[in-house]
């Protein structure tokens, strides 16, 4: 699946799907964007980045207004 529908903080917007196995560390998502693995999924609401780190974490901040 390349990409799906996520519910943002006001309307459904098109999203990019990511399977966490094929991320490499320093991998930058920016969203809107979906991160699906086994066990979890994690979505990357729009004004949000995710970045893998090198020990394999995921971590979201937000963008700056």
């Known amino acids: 699946r390349l990409?799906?529908?996520?519910?943002?903080?006001?309307?459904?917007?098109?999203?990019?799907v990511y399977d966490r196995g094929d991320?490499?560390?320093?991998?930058?998502?920016?969203g809107p964007a979906i991160v699906e693995q086994s066990d979890t999924t994690?979505?990357?609401?729009?004004g949000w980045q995710l970045r893998l780190d090198a020990v394999g974490n995921l971590r979201l901040t937000r963008e700056a207004p």
Request: proline fraction near 11%; hydrophobic fraction near 50%; aromatic fraction near 4%.
């Open 3 to 16: 990409h799906a529908q996520l519910v943002g903080p006001t309307r459904f917007v098109e999203a990019a």
């Open 23 to 30: 991320l490499t560390a320093d991998t930058l998502i920016q």
């Open 42 to 46: 994690t979505p990357v609401l729009p």
